[in-house]
């Protein structure tokens, strides 16, 4: 059997709306028998066991080196202080040398925090990853376990009916 649809645009418009009105039932049928679930990452990420120790290995791996930077940020500001203090009385060439120092150092200064940063988000990226690839593993088990058809991990809006990141914490926490 094969459909012909009108030529004009009015009686095609009308035909597509009768056709789609007659489908709704089952749509509606079969969005009855489907199970939707959500998960909050950012929950995940902020409250699950691996996730936190993620954080706390990175804390301890970057620890040193934030403290490197502290220290050097602070004898920066105490080189900076130092020569807006003795700018007055300092000969031209002296002055003209902390000055050079001054901004040698900031110079490093800048170098070591933006290494400093790229250094951190990627390992932080890569420790999350991993945290993921094991949040997505458990979701994937509680799904086939209750017979989900689709888990969400991103939503403007989820109702808490369908929120299942209790069972995931849960499971992510016991292992």
């Not at 502290?70 to 009385?89: G, N, T, V, W, Y």
């Amino acid at each position: 059997m094969t459909l012909k649809f009108p030529s004009t645009k009015s009686a095609q418009i009308k035909c597509m709306a009768l056709l789609a009105a007659l489908m709704l039932p089952l749509a509606g049928a079969q969005a009855q028998d489907s199970r939707v679930g959500f998960v909050s990452t950012e929950r995940i990420f902020r409250e699950a066991a691996p996730a936190k120790a993620a954080q706390a290995k990175i804390e301890q791996e970057f620890s040193r080196r934030e403290k490197e930077l502290q220290e050097m940020a602070a004898r920066l500001k105490s080189m900076s202080d130092r020569l807006d203090k003795d700018a007055a009385i300092l000969a031209e060439p002296d002055r003209i040398k902390r000055q050079r120092d001054l901004a040698d150092l900031d110079k490093d200064f800048q170098r070591k925090q933006r290494e400093f940063r790229e250094d951190l988000n990627q390992r932080r990226n890569e420790e999350l990853a991993v945290v993921l690839e094991r949040t997505n593993k458990v979701i994937k088990q509680i799904a086939e376990a209750e017979k989900f058809d689709i888990v969400f991990q991103e939503a403007v809006y989820a109702s808490p009916r369908i929120d299942i990141t209790d069972k995931v914490l849960k499971a992510l926490n016991s292992k």
